[in-house]
């Protein structure tokens, strides 16, 4: 039996945030959560990271394809807020990013953690931005870094051919 079972340490990775600005007073916890939590508990190097500002939640997507196509990238995290409002533009926002970036990652293989929260309004937005506990940057960052070492590791096994393990 083969189990993959791999860890949050990635000191030699590369990685690309993309971040919204629109609503940038709750996305810039979100960044730094995800920084700190990279640098900290993955060990990667400043120098390993890139990060690149959008203007909303929608252009995210549209800029991970660029750096996915650059392949210097082991992961990537997009970090945004999408706030309920007066009309269903949230819903199909919410949904289209979503839908885009899962995707990007299934058709380019590579890890794309979803760093974006959903929200119905500005106080659970903070809530799952806060500085304690459920900060969405720290679980994007872990996330990735765990995903990154699972790729690596299915790349790097050998397979089983079938008949051998009869």
Sequence with gaps: ???????????NSF???VISRFNIFINKNLLHAALDTLQRIGMVKEKNITICWVPGSYEIAQ????????NIYDGII?????????????????????????NLSIK??????????TADNIKQAIERSGVKINNKG?????????MINIFK???SSKIINEKEIK
């Excluded at 039996?1 to 000191?11: F, G, L, Q, R, S």
């Excluded at 800029?63 to 650059?70: G, R, S």
């Excluded at 720290?138 to 765990?146: F, G, P, R, S, Y």
């Design 15 to 17: 990685i690309a945030i």
């Design 63 to 70: 800029v991970i394809q660029q750096l996915i196509q650059k």
């Design 78 to 102: 997009s970090i945004g807020t999408i706030i309920k409002g007066e009309t269903s533009h949230y819903k199909y926002l919410s949904k289209e990013v979503c839908s885009q970036l899962s």
């Design 1 to 11: 039996m083969k189990i993959i079972n791999e860890n949050v340490t990635a000191p």
């Design 153 to 155: 590791s299915i790349k």
């Design 138 to 146: 720290i679980e994007a960052a872990l996330t990735l870094l765990e």
């Design 108 to 117: 380019n293989n590579i890890p794309i953690s979803f760093g974006i929260i």
